[in-house]
């Protein structure tokens, strides 16, 4: 929840440069905890915007030449084991390398 709440487009840029120069795909949980459990992180319908603006902006002002948006993909699932509306983020990085 820290971490989603200081989300920046500088994290966003540094996990896609790290997924497309290793040529791989990449996932990105936001929701683990370090001992992998899975409590997810509490958003409001408009906090589920930020991450997305985060990836957009990263991707279109922070790559020469600009990548598509069509790499990254963000999916939130609800965690229904705990209380509350909390959800898991995942942010799948796809190496389109032919588009860079």
Known sequence: QDELATLM???VQRNVAAAVNSRRKMKWA???EMNGMVTGVSLTEDEK?????AIDFSLSREF???LDP???NLEFIRVS????NRLLIIIS????IESV
């Open 9 to 11: 487009t500088l994290d």
């Open 30 to 32: 936001i929701g683990v």
């Open 49 to 53: 915007d930020i991450p997305r603006q």
């Open 64 to 66: 020469v030449p600009e």
């Open 70 to 72: 069509r790499i990254v």
């Open 81 to 84: 084991c705990v209380t509350g």
């Open 93 to 96: 990085i796809n190496s389109l």
